[in-house]
């Protein structure tokens, strides 16, 4: 330990995101590495985690300016896409504090210097004459530079990653193709260039599903044709376990079919069932787990529950008047279901989800127009005629499906 004391602390910016400025007391402890931040003395004692770790490589202390802090005696630490601030009414104590950090960042460059010094030795050619190499000492930040890529404080652990960057240098200008000992240079290019580049490269999804390379799953992104033929059933596996799951799970939670579940336990299941595992569903207890897996279901299907073919049809629907001939037979497929979402409304004032919400939530799922002409106009008003025909139909849900 270094050095130890309490001093007053402010997080302005985190990964890279700016914070609102909120000044709190922590104590703080330097190592020749790390400064660590606790609540008090006593935390620093017992066997809890820090609240926080600043890494001191290629760290930057200086004095705050005025109009980053109006606060006496102020300084800052910087690192990458981490700034924190520190303070305290006594200058010399915050002298000293400033003093002390700086000797440890130089002391990590010093040694990381002497490292790097010590791993390219030995491709530094024989011409290479005293006074360049002399520079090369002095000056070895012109060559080769540390960069920390990231430091995510989670718990009071951090995990830092630093990337060793090539830049022209001495070495390979002198250096030539066939000498040994050439220091290859690459160019860095920025992620989204690399990711751009491999998009443009990447086969279209069609291109992979000729080849064999990409295939269909067994339930989700497939057809209900496909999935009611291999299962021998008239209503997909899938939903009927997922409605009987949740009607004895909790119809009445706050937000039914509304609020979403954990994700990463939806795809979970995604892929149980689709190796025709279905033991997860009964077992799983959160019901929003189980809309969203079932809506998910829906939402993935190459084909919507009301065919592409009937699209016209179902929004001609929000014209007709009470007396209205429908345009055609609904079947056991499109009604079952609906069926759930019309209980779900006998208990609104439990789950506060009644016909309209049901509609908002289903209406773009379970009917969607086969070309997407990306017109944010027309979607927004084509998501309020999918949402009228879903709240038309569960409305005179008795009638249609008696």
């Known amino acids: 330990i270094v050095l130890h004391d309490t001093l007053s602390q402010a997080r302005v910016l985190i990964s890279g995101k700016n914070k609102r400025k909120h000044w709190s007391s922590s104590y703080l402890v330097l190592t020749e590495h ?8 006593k935390n620093m ?3 809890q985690k820090s ?11 200086d004095w705050c300016c005025g109009y980053e802090s109006s606060r006496k005696n102020c ?23 400033i003093k002390s950090i700086g000797d440890c960042i130089r002391k990590l460059v010093r ?9 390219f030795r030995s491709s530094i050619p024989k011409y290479l004459n005293e006074k360049d190499e002399h ?18 404080t989670i718990g009071g652990y951090t995990k830092f990653s630093q990337q060793l960057n090539h830049r022209p240098s001495l070495l390979a200008q002198k250096t030539t193709p066939t000498t040994t000992g050439v220091v290859i240079i690459e160019k860095r290019k920025k992620i989204r260039e690399r990711l751009l580049n491999f998009l443009k490269k990447r086969p279209p999804a069609e291109s992979l599903r000729e080849k064999g390379i990409l295939k269909d799953e067994n339930v989700f992104g497939c057809t209900l044709e496909r999935i009611c033929s291999r299962e021998n059933t008239l209503v997909p596996r899938l939903v009927t376990e997922c409605i009987d799951a949740i009607e004895k799970n909790d119809i009445t939670a706050d937000g039914i079919y509304r609020a979403c579940g954990n994700l990463a336990t939806v795809q979970r299941l995604r892929f149980e069932i689709n190796q025709d595992n279905y033991h997860g569903i009964q077992k799983e207890p959160d019901v929003h787990v189980l809309t969203g897996l079932l809506k998910m279901f829906f939402r993935d299907l190459k084909e919507p529950l009301f065919p592409f073919d009937r699209f016209e049809n179902l929004i001609k629907l929000i014209g007709l008047l009470s007396n209205f001939i429908f345009p055609f037979q609904l079947n056991r497929i499109n009604s079952y279901p609906l069926i759930p979402y019309n209980r779900v409304t006998g208990y609104s004032k439990q789950n506060r989800m009644h016909i309209q919400n049901l509609a ?18 027309f979607d927004m008003m084509l998501q ?16 249609l499906f008696d």
């Not at 040694?111 to 791993?119: E, G, Q, R, S």
């Not at 012109?142 to 430091?151: C, E, I, K, R, V």
Request: with cysteine; aromatic share 12%.
């Open 360 to 377: 908002i939530v289903f209406g773009p799922t379970l009917i969607r127009k086969m070309n997407d002409l990306n017109n944010l106009v």
């Open 51 to 61: 609240d926080f770790i600043i890494g001191l490589l290629n760290a930057k202390v």
């Open 384 to 399: 309020v005629q999918q949402s009228q025909v879903i709240e038309f139909l569960l409305l005179e849900f008795n009638t």
């Open 34 to 41: 790390y400064l660590y931040f606790f609540k008090d003395h």
């Open 111 to 119: 040694i990381c210097v002497n490292f790097i010094k010590l791993l």
């Open 135 to 152: 520079n090369l000492s002095l000056n070895p930040n012109h060559h080769y530079a540390l960069n920390q890529s990231g430091s995510n």
């Open 45 to 47: 004692l017992s066997p």
């Open 75 to 97: 300084f800052k630490i910087l690192t990458f896409q981490n700034q924190t601030l520190l303070q305290d009414d006594d200058r010399d104590k915050s002298i000293k504090w």
